[in-house]
Protein backbone atom coordinates (compact mmCIF):
# COMPACT_ATOMS: atom_id res chain seq x y z
CA UNK A 1 0.00 0.00 0.00
CA UNK A 2 1.03 3.64 -1.17
CA UNK A 3 1.94 5.86 1.99
CA UNK A 4 0.39 9.15 1.60
CA UNK A 5 2.03 11.85 4.36
CA UNK A 6 -0.64 15.08 4.14
CA UNK A 7 0.45 18.63 4.19
CA UNK A 8 -0.44 20.83 7.57
CA UNK A 9 -2.47 24.28 6.85
CA UNK A 10 1.41 25.53 6.92
CA UNK A 11 2.29 23.34 4.58
CA UNK A 12 -0.51 24.89 2.20
CA UNK A 13 0.76 28.33 2.65
CA UNK A 14 3.95 27.74 1.57
CA UNK A 15 2.94 25.67 -1.33
CA UNK A 16 0.82 28.42 -2.82
CA UNK A 17 3.74 30.37 -2.62
CA UNK A 18 5.33 27.76 -4.44
CA UNK A 19 2.55 28.15 -7.26
CA UNK A 20 3.14 31.85 -7.20
CA UNK A 21 6.41 31.99 -8.08
CA UNK A 22 5.90 29.18 -10.67
CA UNK A 23 3.35 30.64 -12.32
CA UNK A 24 5.37 33.09 -13.26
CA UNK A 25 7.90 30.87 -14.76
CA UNK A 26 10.44 30.64 -12.40
CA UNK A 27 11.31 27.02 -10.45
CA UNK A 28 8.82 26.93 -7.24
CA UNK A 29 9.78 27.67 -3.70
CA UNK A 30 13.05 26.42 -3.44
CA UNK A 31 15.43 26.84 -0.89
CA UNK A 32 19.03 26.53 0.11
CA UNK A 33 21.42 26.16 2.88
CA UNK A 34 24.91 26.32 2.36
CA UNK A 35 28.09 25.74 4.14
CA UNK A 36 31.46 26.74 3.40
CA UNK A 37 33.90 24.46 4.62
CA UNK A 38 37.63 24.46 5.18
CA UNK A 39 38.25 21.48 4.19
CA UNK A 40 36.82 18.03 2.42
CA UNK A 41 34.45 16.16 4.81
CA UNK A 42 34.70 12.37 5.23
CA UNK A 43 32.37 11.50 1.85
CA UNK A 44 31.75 8.08 2.78
CA UNK A 45 30.50 8.83 6.14
CA UNK A 46 28.63 12.18 4.71
CA UNK A 47 27.29 9.30 2.05
CA UNK A 48 26.42 6.87 4.99
CA UNK A 49 24.90 9.21 7.01
CA UNK A 50 22.67 10.99 4.31
CA UNK A 51 21.39 7.30 3.36
CA UNK A 52 20.86 6.77 7.00
CA UNK A 53 18.61 10.12 7.71
CA UNK A 54 16.84 8.85 4.53
CA UNK A 55 15.84 5.35 5.83
CA UNK A 56 15.11 7.48 9.52
CA UNK A 57 12.60 9.31 7.71
CA UNK A 58 11.47 7.93 4.46
CA UNK A 59 9.26 11.36 4.02
CA UNK A 60 12.48 12.45 1.85
CA UNK A 61 11.93 9.63 -1.06
CA UNK A 62 8.61 10.96 -1.45
CA UNK A 63 7.08 12.95 -4.30
CA UNK A 64 4.35 15.73 -4.06
CA UNK A 65 1.14 14.52 -5.78
CA UNK A 66 -2.15 16.07 -5.89
CA UNK A 67 -4.90 13.32 -4.68
CA UNK A 68 -8.49 14.25 -5.42
CA UNK A 69 -8.59 17.93 -4.20
CA UNK A 70 -5.33 17.80 -1.63
CA UNK A 71 -2.16 17.39 -2.06
CA UNK A 72 0.21 14.74 0.01
CA UNK A 73 3.97 13.72 0.10
CA UNK A 74 3.23 9.83 -2.22
CA UNK A 75 6.09 7.38 -1.64
CA UNK A 76 7.53 5.98 -4.86
CA UNK A 77 8.24 2.69 -6.40
CA UNK A 78 12.05 3.71 -6.51
CA UNK A 79 14.19 5.44 -4.68
CA UNK A 80 16.05 8.45 -6.67
CA UNK A 81 19.45 9.69 -5.45
CA UNK A 82 19.27 12.84 -2.86
CA UNK A 83 23.08 13.18 -2.43
CA UNK A 84 25.57 14.73 -5.44
CA UNK A 85 28.68 15.74 -5.74
CA UNK A 86 29.91 18.61 -8.19
CA UNK A 87 33.51 18.85 -8.93
CA UNK A 88 35.16 21.58 -10.20
CA UNK A 89 37.13 20.06 -13.43
CA UNK A 90 39.07 23.70 -14.98
CA UNK A 91 41.18 24.82 -12.03
CA UNK A 92 40.75 28.87 -13.60
CA UNK A 93 37.29 28.77 -12.99
CA UNK A 94 37.40 27.64 -9.24
CA UNK A 95 36.71 30.71 -7.82
CA UNK A 96 32.99 31.53 -9.41
CA UNK A 97 32.49 27.48 -9.56
CA UNK A 98 31.18 27.22 -6.17
CA UNK A 99 28.58 30.70 -6.25
CA UNK A 100 27.61 29.41 -10.25
CA UNK A 101 27.25 25.63 -9.21
CA UNK A 102 24.83 26.96 -6.43
CA UNK A 103 22.54 29.20 -8.52
CA UNK A 104 22.18 26.70 -11.51
CA UNK A 105 20.43 24.12 -8.39
CA UNK A 106 18.41 27.01 -7.06
CA UNK A 107 17.39 27.81 -10.44
CA UNK A 108 16.73 24.62 -12.14
CA UNK A 109 13.26 24.18 -13.24
CA UNK A 110 11.36 21.22 -12.87
CA UNK A 111 7.90 19.73 -12.33
CA UNK A 112 6.61 19.60 -8.42
CA UNK A 113 5.60 15.96 -9.54
CA UNK A 114 8.79 15.01 -10.32
CA UNK A 115 11.21 17.06 -7.57
CA UNK A 116 12.60 15.47 -4.48
CA UNK A 117 11.75 17.16 -1.54
CA UNK A 118 15.13 17.38 -0.42
CA UNK A 119 18.62 16.66 -2.19
CA UNK A 120 21.95 16.80 -0.88
CA UNK A 121 25.21 17.98 -2.71
CA UNK A 122 29.02 18.47 -2.07
CA UNK A 123 30.52 21.10 -4.16
CA UNK A 124 34.47 20.96 -4.38
CA UNK A 125 37.14 22.75 -5.96
CA UNK A 126 41.11 23.12 -5.49
CA UNK A 127 40.96 25.10 -2.31
CA UNK A 128 37.11 25.52 -1.46
CA UNK A 129 34.55 23.24 -0.39
CA UNK A 130 30.41 23.57 -0.24
CA UNK A 131 27.91 21.25 1.17
CA UNK A 132 24.41 22.51 -0.10
CA UNK A 133 21.48 21.46 1.63
CA UNK A 134 18.66 22.62 -1.08
CA UNK A 135 14.65 21.70 0.22
CA UNK A 136 11.20 22.33 -1.68
CA UNK A 137 9.46 25.38 0.53
CA UNK A 138 6.61 22.72 1.25
CA UNK A 139 8.45 20.12 2.52
CA UNK A 140 9.94 22.04 5.52
CA UNK A 141 10.40 25.57 7.01
CA UNK A 142 13.84 27.46 7.68
CA UNK A 143 13.87 26.04 11.07
CA UNK A 144 13.38 22.27 10.47
CA UNK A 145 15.93 22.49 7.57
CA UNK A 146 17.87 23.65 10.31
CA UNK A 147 16.87 20.73 12.11
CA UNK A 148 18.31 18.76 9.45
CA UNK A 149 21.46 19.86 9.41
CA UNK A 150 22.07 19.81 12.69
CA UNK A 151 20.97 15.82 12.43
CA UNK A 152 23.69 15.74 9.88
CA UNK A 153 26.67 17.23 12.00
CA UNK A 154 25.48 15.22 15.01
CA UNK A 155 28.30 12.40 15.77
CA UNK A 156 27.19 10.94 18.22
CA UNK A 157 24.14 8.17 16.66
CA UNK A 158 22.48 8.03 20.23
CA UNK A 159 21.85 11.75 19.67
CA UNK A 160 21.00 11.77 15.99
CA UNK A 161 18.36 8.94 17.72
CA UNK A 162 16.53 11.74 19.73
CA UNK A 163 15.46 13.13 16.47
CA UNK A 164 12.17 11.59 16.51
CA UNK A 165 10.20 10.74 13.08
CA UNK A 166 7.10 12.63 12.25
CA UNK A 167 4.37 12.76 14.73
CA UNK A 168 0.80 11.87 14.05
CA UNK A 169 -0.55 15.47 14.81
CA UNK A 170 1.13 18.62 13.30
CA UNK A 171 1.65 21.60 15.67
CA UNK A 172 -0.74 23.60 13.74
CA UNK A 173 -3.06 21.40 14.49
CA UNK A 174 -2.15 20.89 18.03
CA UNK A 175 -2.81 24.63 18.69
CA UNK A 176 -5.76 24.91 17.36
CA UNK A 177 -7.20 22.12 19.38
CA UNK A 178 -6.60 24.09 22.21
CA UNK A 179 -9.31 26.57 21.11
CA UNK A 180 -13.42 26.06 20.99
CA UNK A 181 -15.14 26.32 17.45
CA UNK A 182 -16.39 30.28 19.36
CA UNK A 183 -12.71 30.90 20.04
CA UNK A 184 -11.82 29.72 16.35
CA UNK A 185 -14.21 32.07 15.18
CA UNK A 186 -13.17 35.02 16.88
CA UNK A 187 -9.12 34.62 15.97
CA UNK A 188 -10.40 34.04 12.41
CA UNK A 189 -12.16 37.55 12.44
CA UNK A 190 -9.29 38.87 14.57
CA UNK A 191 -6.75 38.38 11.93
CA UNK A 192 -9.45 39.41 9.18
CA UNK A 193 -9.13 42.46 10.94
CA UNK A 194 -5.26 42.56 10.78
CA UNK A 195 -5.07 42.28 7.41
CA UNK A 196 -7.31 44.96 6.43
CA UNK A 197 -5.99 47.29 8.85
CA UNK A 198 -2.33 46.50 6.79
CA UNK A 199 -4.14 46.84 3.46
CA UNK A 200 -4.98 50.13 4.37
CA UNK A 201 -1.34 51.45 3.46
CA UNK A 202 0.04 50.47 -0.04
CA UNK A 203 3.14 48.94 -0.05
CA UNK A 204 6.57 50.59 -0.93
CA UNK A 205 7.57 48.30 -4.34
CA UNK A 206 11.74 48.80 -5.58
CA UNK A 207 11.47 46.51 -7.90
CA UNK A 208 11.78 47.24 -11.68
CA UNK A 209 7.90 45.50 -12.20
CA UNK A 210 8.59 46.23 -16.04
CA UNK A 211 11.41 43.76 -16.15
CA UNK A 212 10.49 40.07 -16.52
CA UNK A 213 12.15 37.29 -13.74
CA UNK A 214 14.87 35.41 -15.41
CA UNK A 215 16.87 34.22 -12.39
CA UNK A 216 17.31 34.16 -8.91
CA UNK A 217 21.02 35.57 -7.47
CA UNK A 218 22.66 36.09 -3.74
CA UNK A 219 24.93 38.50 -2.03
CA UNK A 220 25.80 37.29 1.68
CA UNK A 221 27.59 39.62 3.86
CA UNK A 222 29.53 38.23 7.05
CA UNK A 223 30.01 41.37 9.30
CA UNK A 224 33.20 41.47 11.61
CA UNK A 225 33.16 40.11 15.40
CA UNK A 226 33.36 44.09 16.48
CA UNK A 227 30.26 44.90 13.84
CA UNK A 228 28.26 42.26 15.28
CA UNK A 229 28.62 43.44 18.72
CA UNK A 230 27.54 46.48 17.91
CA UNK A 231 24.73 45.44 15.98
CA UNK A 232 23.48 43.80 18.49
CA UNK A 233 24.24 46.20 21.47
CA UNK A 234 21.97 48.57 19.45
CA UNK A 235 19.42 45.84 18.67
CA UNK A 236 18.86 45.67 22.56
CA UNK A 237 19.03 49.35 23.33
CA UNK A 238 16.62 50.17 20.69
CA UNK A 239 14.06 47.53 20.81
CA UNK A 240 14.79 44.56 23.71
CA UNK A 241 16.12 41.50 24.00
CA UNK A 242 13.25 39.82 21.62
CA UNK A 243 13.48 42.78 19.40
CA UNK A 244 16.58 42.02 17.27
CA UNK A 245 14.68 40.77 13.92
CA UNK A 246 12.67 43.98 14.27
CA UNK A 247 16.08 45.75 14.41
CA UNK A 248 16.76 44.11 11.05
CA UNK A 249 13.46 44.93 9.67
CA UNK A 250 13.52 48.78 10.29
CA UNK A 251 16.83 48.95 9.77
CA UNK A 252 16.23 47.85 6.33
CA UNK A 253 13.42 49.50 5.38
CA UNK A 254 16.02 52.83 5.86
CA UNK A 255 17.85 51.79 3.73
CA UNK A 256 15.57 50.91 1.09
CA UNK A 257 13.58 54.68 1.37
CA UNK A 258 17.85 55.79 1.13
CA UNK A 259 18.26 54.02 -2.13
CA UNK A 260 14.98 55.81 -3.16
CA UNK A 261 12.85 58.48 -1.44
CA UNK A 262 10.86 59.16 -4.13
CA UNK A 263 9.28 55.71 -4.58
CA UNK A 264 5.22 55.53 -4.60
CA UNK A 265 3.31 54.10 -1.97
CA UNK A 266 2.36 54.80 1.27
CA UNK A 267 4.15 52.38 3.52
CA UNK A 268 6.75 49.55 3.60
CA UNK A 269 5.47 46.15 4.85
CA UNK A 270 7.27 42.82 5.22
CA UNK A 271 6.06 39.20 5.95
CA UNK A 272 7.62 37.38 8.65
CA UNK A 273 7.18 34.37 11.11
CA UNK A 274 5.87 33.34 14.45
CA UNK A 275 7.65 29.62 15.05
CA UNK A 276 5.40 27.20 16.79
CA UNK A 277 8.08 25.33 17.79
CA UNK A 278 9.81 25.22 21.32
CA UNK A 279 13.42 26.59 21.87
CA UNK A 280 15.53 23.22 21.30
CA UNK A 281 12.61 21.57 20.01
CA UNK A 282 14.08 18.10 18.34
CA UNK A 283 10.55 17.21 17.18
CA UNK A 284 8.97 17.61 14.59
CA UNK A 285 11.42 18.06 12.24
CA UNK A 286 9.26 17.89 9.02
CA UNK A 287 6.47 20.37 7.82
CA UNK A 288 5.90 24.18 8.26
CA UNK A 289 5.24 25.29 11.54
CA UNK A 290 4.60 29.22 11.49
CA UNK A 291 1.94 31.67 11.41
CA UNK A 292 2.29 34.84 9.67
CA UNK A 293 3.03 38.64 10.97
CA UNK A 294 3.16 41.70 9.17
CA UNK A 295 5.89 44.68 9.77
CA UNK A 296 4.28 47.61 8.52
CA UNK A 297 5.95 51.14 8.86
CA UNK A 298 4.28 54.30 7.05
CA UNK A 299 6.68 56.32 5.26
CA UNK A 300 6.41 59.59 6.92
CA UNK A 301 8.17 57.29 10.33
CA UNK A 302 10.50 56.13 7.98
CA UNK A 303 13.14 59.34 8.28
CA UNK A 304 12.96 59.00 12.54
CA UNK A 305 14.89 56.37 13.67
CA UNK A 306 14.16 56.02 17.43
CA UNK A 307 9.96 56.78 16.35
CA UNK A 308 10.25 54.00 13.86
CA UNK A 309 11.63 51.25 16.09
CA UNK A 310 9.41 52.51 18.76
CA UNK A 311 6.38 51.88 16.58
CA UNK A 312 7.93 48.35 15.43
CA UNK A 313 8.06 47.31 19.23
CA UNK A 314 4.14 48.61 19.86
CA UNK A 315 3.09 46.74 16.81
CA UNK A 316 4.57 43.56 17.45
CA UNK A 317 3.54 44.16 20.88
CA UNK A 318 -0.07 43.97 20.11
CA UNK A 319 0.17 41.53 17.75
CA UNK A 320 1.07 39.43 20.77
CA UNK A 321 -0.89 40.94 23.37
CA UNK A 322 -3.90 40.26 20.97
CA UNK A 323 -2.39 36.78 20.02
CA UNK A 324 -2.51 37.53 16.52
CA UNK A 325 -0.08 35.49 15.64
CA UNK A 326 -2.26 32.81 16.47
CA UNK A 327 -5.10 34.40 14.71
CA UNK A 328 -3.96 33.19 11.73
CA UNK A 329 -4.04 29.58 12.63
CA UNK A 330 -7.93 29.24 11.70
CA UNK A 331 -7.37 31.08 8.54
CA UNK A 332 -4.81 29.11 7.28
CA UNK A 333 -6.75 25.81 7.90
CA UNK A 334 -9.65 27.45 6.38
CA UNK A 335 -7.75 28.63 2.90
CA UNK A 336 -6.21 25.62 2.69
CA UNK A 337 -9.15 24.56 0.81
CA UNK A 338 -8.85 27.04 -1.56
CA UNK A 339 -7.29 26.34 -4.83
CA UNK A 340 -3.73 27.63 -5.19
CA UNK A 341 -4.08 30.23 -7.50
CA UNK A 342 -6.94 32.20 -5.36
CA UNK A 343 -4.84 31.55 -1.90
CA UNK A 344 -1.85 33.17 -3.79
CA UNK A 345 -3.94 35.98 -4.73
CA UNK A 346 -5.32 36.33 -1.25
CA UNK A 347 -1.40 36.31 0.04
CA UNK A 348 0.23 38.53 -2.17
CA UNK A 349 -2.59 41.04 -3.17
CA UNK A 350 -3.93 43.36 -1.07
CA UNK A 351 -7.93 43.75 -0.28
CA UNK A 352 -9.62 46.56 -2.27
CA UNK A 353 -6.30 47.73 -4.36
CA UNK A 354 -5.02 44.56 -5.44
CA UNK A 355 -1.28 46.01 -5.42
CA UNK A 356 1.32 43.25 -4.22
CA UNK A 357 1.16 43.68 0.21
CA UNK A 358 4.65 42.80 0.52
CA UNK A 359 8.06 45.57 -0.04
CA UNK A 360 9.94 42.55 0.89
CA UNK A 361 10.87 38.90 2.55
CA UNK A 362 12.56 38.44 6.05
CA UNK A 363 13.80 35.85 7.84
CA UNK A 364 15.44 35.21 10.84
CA UNK A 365 17.36 32.28 12.16
CA UNK A 366 19.03 33.66 14.92
CA UNK A 367 21.79 31.73 15.42
CA UNK A 368 23.58 28.04 13.89
CA UNK A 369 23.39 25.95 16.31
CA UNK A 370 25.13 22.89 14.78
CA UNK A 371 27.46 20.55 17.03
CA UNK A 372 30.92 21.99 17.83
CA UNK A 373 30.42 24.01 14.01
CA UNK A 374 31.47 21.17 12.34
CA UNK A 375 30.82 18.79 9.65
CA UNK A 376 32.52 15.41 9.86
CA UNK A 377 35.68 17.01 11.04
CA UNK A 378 34.89 20.03 8.76
CA UNK A 379 34.68 23.63 9.99
CA UNK A 380 31.78 25.65 9.06
CA UNK A 381 33.21 28.86 8.06
CA UNK A 382 30.22 30.38 6.22
CA UNK A 383 26.34 29.86 5.98
CA UNK A 384 24.59 31.21 2.72
CA UNK A 385 20.96 31.25 3.26
CA UNK A 386 19.12 31.48 0.02
CA UNK A 387 15.39 30.95 -1.15
CA UNK A 388 13.31 31.64 -4.34
CA UNK A 389 10.70 34.48 -3.96
CA UNK A 390 8.31 36.10 -5.87
CA UNK A 391 8.05 39.04 -8.28
CA UNK A 392 7.04 41.29 -6.86
CA UNK A 393 8.51 42.33 -4.39
CA UNK A 394 11.87 40.14 -6.20
CA UNK A 395 13.87 40.97 -2.60
CA UNK A 396 14.05 38.69 0.47
CA UNK A 397 16.22 39.85 3.31
CA UNK A 398 17.76 36.63 5.01
CA UNK A 399 19.75 37.14 8.64
CA UNK A 400 21.66 34.63 10.30
CA UNK A 401 24.80 34.08 12.88
CA UNK A 402 27.46 31.86 13.19
CA UNK A 403 30.60 32.15 15.64
CA UNK A 404 28.78 35.09 16.84
CA UNK A 405 29.05 37.24 13.60
CA UNK A 406 26.11 38.10 11.75
CA UNK A 407 25.72 37.22 8.38
CA UNK A 408 23.69 38.61 5.90
CA UNK A 409 22.13 36.99 2.57
CA UNK A 410 20.36 38.87 -0.47
CA UNK A 411 18.09 37.21 -2.68
CA UNK A 412 16.90 39.38 -5.68
CA UNK A 413 15.64 38.34 -8.85
CA UNK A 414 17.25 39.68 -11.66
CA UNK A 415 16.87 41.81 -13.81
CA UNK A 416 14.06 43.40 -11.58
CA UNK A 417 17.22 43.91 -9.26
CA UNK A 418 20.91 43.98 -10.10
CA UNK A 419 24.19 42.86 -8.35
CA UNK A 420 25.67 46.64 -8.40
CA UNK A 421 22.37 48.04 -6.82
CA UNK A 422 22.40 45.05 -3.93
CA UNK A 423 25.48 46.18 -3.35
CA UNK A 424 24.55 49.98 -2.86
CA UNK A 425 22.10 48.43 -0.52
CA UNK A 426 24.03 46.51 1.66
CA UNK A 427 26.40 49.78 1.86
CA UNK A 428 23.43 51.76 3.49
CA UNK A 429 21.84 48.84 5.47
CA UNK A 430 25.22 48.75 6.80
CA UNK A 431 25.29 51.93 7.99
CA UNK A 432 21.82 51.92 9.64
CA UNK A 433 22.92 48.54 11.12
CA UNK A 434 25.76 50.53 13.24
CA UNK A 435 24.54 53.93 13.08
CA UNK A 436 22.49 55.53 16.24
CA UNK A 437 21.52 58.54 14.99
CA UNK A 438 18.33 59.92 13.24
Not at 75 to 90: A, G, M, V
Not at 129 to 148: K, N, Q, S, Y
Not at 193 to 218: E, G, M, W
Not at 301 to 329: C, G, M, P, V, W
Request: hydrophobic share 40%.
Amino acid sequence: MTNMYPLNPADYFTLAMDEEIRNEEMPGSLCGFALELDQLPNIIILKQRITEFGERFPIVHTRLKKHTKRFYWTDTLLKSPIFFEHICQNPTEQNTFHNQCILELLNIKQNREDQSPITFHLIQSVSKTTFLMRWMHPFCDARGAELILKYLCTDDINLRFNFNPLEIQPLVDQQMAKYSWWQKIDLFIKAKRYVSQIDQLRSIIHADITAKPQQLNFQTYTLTLEQSQTVKSLARQHLGITGTSLYYIGCFMRALHAMDKTQIGDAYCTPYVFNLRKNKALSPIFGNHVAPLFAQAPKSLITQRSALFQHLKQQNNRAIREKLDYAFLPAMWAASWLSLNRYGNELRKSMGSSSERSSFWFSDIGSVDLPNNQLLGSTITKVLHLCQITSPPALAFLSCQLNQQLSFSYNFIEPLFTPEWIADLHKKMLEELITNTN
